[in-house]
């Protein structure tokens, strides 16, 4: 490692924050002891470099494996660990690492570095020009695709093909877990965002078409990591309900008004549990 | 992921460099490149991570199987200039001070 990193780095990782973070970067974690440090390594390692303030949260989600332990240990002082006792989905640990951020900037990315971190600049561009929200996607033809399986590739294909015609959602990519929002629409999706399983990012990004937000789609390099927890049969069934239970959440008018209200203690911030590792 | 071996004026040394991303999915041709290396003769390995952006837990399992082989064979190997990003994982992983890094 260069010098200079090693100690921009040293520095992150041993001295706490005396202003308010740039960027916040939260990482959902269920289970992930074989994937979350050396993911938590590579991200430390390139935010470093960006020379601003930055802050990592871990939104653990009740896993049962030694996750908690793993992240516990790392003893890094601009890192959160939120700790859940029970599984309660994507979506939720995904909320909760937003509503404990404090960073202008937010990005959930997910823990198996399957879209490398270093692609962060490229949504921050289109943040920086405006965008509220900006989503790494593996669809469009500059997007670096590898090892994906075919079931996964005809799974996408489909869910593209709904999300476009019958939701008018102007995004290729609803899934792909590497999505950035200014603090503002962060605030405002997740308030009222309700679905906490795997299809929370297709609701959030309804949610920001609905409100008027400006959303783009910047091609990512990805590689489908092994040990992915993607069962594409079944979520695609479980797909397909939540775009009903979308559409039917918005004739109700629940939408309209936060769901959950911005938490202002840790402890409610985190749901369970919290503790700074 | 490249793997590339080259020969070192040390009969018993041979240096790989791997270049890219470097997880469960590559795992293999580094176990077949460092097996091979061993089968000839080479117990000191000296692995360059210079080009490496990430590894996973498999390979770093993979490192420690081939450092474990090496030193029961009376050598050892050593991680050469590993990356940022592999230099913090190794650090966070505390194998930092299983390996000989230089």
């Not at chain 1, 561009?125 to 033809?141: I, M």
């Not at chain 1, 040990?227 to 397909?240: H, N, P, R, Y």
């Not at chain 2, 390995?45 to 996973?56: G, I, M, N, Q, S």
Request: charge should be negative; proline fraction near 4%.
């Amino acid at each position: 490692m260069t010098e200079s990193n090693l100690a921009k780095y040293r520095h992150w990782a041993s001295t706490p924050l005396t202003t308010k973070p740039k960027y916040s970067v939260v990482i959902p974690a269920y289970n992930e002891e074989f994937r979350i440090v050396p993911t938590i390594g590579a991200i430390a390692s390139h935010m470093c470099t960006l020379d601003e303030p930055w802050e990592l949260i871990v939104a653990d989600d009740g896993s049962t494996d030694t996750t908690v332990d793993l992240v516990s240990e790392l003893d890094l002082v601009n890192l959160t660990l939120l700790i859940a006792d029970q599984n309660g989905g994507k979506g939720k640990a995904v909320r909760r690492g937003i509503f404990a951020s404090q960073g202008e900037i937010v990005l959930f990315a997910d823990a198996d570095q399957s879209t490398p971190i270093e692609q962060f600049g490229d949504l921050l561009a289109k943040v920086n020009e405006g965008f509220d929200v900006v989503v790494g996607s593996r669809a469009g033809a500059d997007a670096d695709v590898a090892n994906k399986s075919m079931s996964r590739k005809i799974f996408s294909f489909g869910l593209q093909t709904i999300v476009k015609t019958l939701f008018r959602i102007p995004v290729a990519d609803t899934q792909c877990g590497f999505k950035m929002f200014t603090a503002e629409a962060a605030e405002l999706l997740f308030a009222r965002q309700l679905v906490d399983e795997f299809s929370f990012d297709l609701e959030v990004l309804y949610l920001a078409r609905r409100f008027g937000l400006q959303t783009a789609e910047v091609p990512v390099t990805w590689i489908d990591a092994p040990g992915s927890k993607v069962d594409a049969a079944k979520v695609a069934v479980e797909f397909l309900r939540d775009l009903a239970v979308i559409r039917t959440n918005d004739l109700r008018g629940r939408y309209d008004a936060d769901n959950h209200v911005r938490p202002t203690h840790s402890s409610e911030i985190a749901g369970e549990g919290r503790q700074a590792a | 992921m490249d793997i590339s071996v080259t020969e070192t004026p040390a009969p018993t040394t041979r240096s790989l460099t791997l270049r890219g991303r470097f997880d469960a999915h590559e795992a293999p041709a580094f176990r077949d490149a460092l097996d091979a290396a061993m089968d000839n003769g080479h117990h000191d390995l000296a692995v360059v991570l210079t080009d490496v952006e990430f590894v996973d837990s498999t390979a770093l399992a993979e490192l420690v199987r081939g450092m474990k082989r090496c030193r029961e064979a009376g050598g050892d190997l050593a991680l050469v200039s590993p990356s940022d990003p592999v230099r913090v994982i190794l650090e966070l992983t505390k194998l930092d001070a299983a390996f000989t890094i230089r």
